[in-house]
């Protein structure tokens, strides 16, 4: 195992995933120098194992893929879908300022309205921010000038109104015209690097 493996894989608390094992939010930086701000270590072993079990239930007509060419789906997802990192390419890990901390993170549940969870961030200094995920809660934009420390209370199912008044969402509802989706901080684009033995 690389030593830049073994030092995130020391440091970072993972985000348990029940199909694909821990998985460590951190930065990368690649031998050339580029910069990865948003990255994911997780285990090679389990993302072929998951492979080889989609392929195997499409091949036994248990799947559940649709459409003319649901094996191809299936392989294009696993061969041509996503971004990902060779890890002979990284020189070395860190953290990523972009990592929602776990205790916070565990506070976000459920899904506010059909695929999409909204909530509020209140910061220390009283401010609160709109965020918003359609289920990819590994990295988030950070307001100018915060972190994720400054975060003081998650509400949960809420989001920040025009006038800057916290409004809360009723789970399964519909999102209300004073929704303002432009205000809303997202996920970050991030890339998955496979590594054997994590």
């Given amino acids: 195992m690389y030593d830049w493996v073994r030092q995130i894989t020391g440091t970072v608390q993972p985000i348990d995933d029940s199909i694909y094992g821990p998985r460590y939010r951190c930065s990368l930086t690649l031998r050339d120098g580029t910069f990865l701000a948003c990255a994911v270590i997780q285990s090679k072993e389990r993302l072929v194992e998951l492979a080889k079990r989609r392929i195997k ?12 060419d649901p094996y191809g789906q299936i392989v294009a ?23 929602i901390p776990l205790p916070l993170l565990r506070q976000i549940h459920g899904e506010t309205t059909m695929g999409w969870t909204g909530w509020v961030f ?5 401010r609160h921010f709109s965020y918003g995920s359609s289920f990819h809660m590994e990295f988030f934009q950070l307001p100018d000038g915060y972190d994720f420390a400054d975060v003081s209370k998650v509400l949960n199912h809420s989001f ?39």
């Avoid at 789970?171 to 901080?185: C, H, N, T, W």
């Fill in 122 to 126: 209140q910061m220390r200094d009283g």
């Fill in 57 to 68: 239930e499409e091949i036994n007509g248990g799947g559940h893929r649709g459409g003319p």
């Fill in 160 to 198: 920040v109104d025009a006038g800057g008044q916290v409004t809360t969402l009723r789970e399964g509802g519909v999102l209300p015209d004073a929704y303002r989706p432009e205000a809303v901080l997202r996920e970050r684009v991030f890339f998955t690097c496979a590594v054997a033995g994590v």
């Fill in 77 to 99: 997802t696993f061969v041509a879908g996503g971004n990902r990192i060779n890890d002979y390419d990284v020189a070395s890990a860190a953290a990523s300022k972009y990592a």
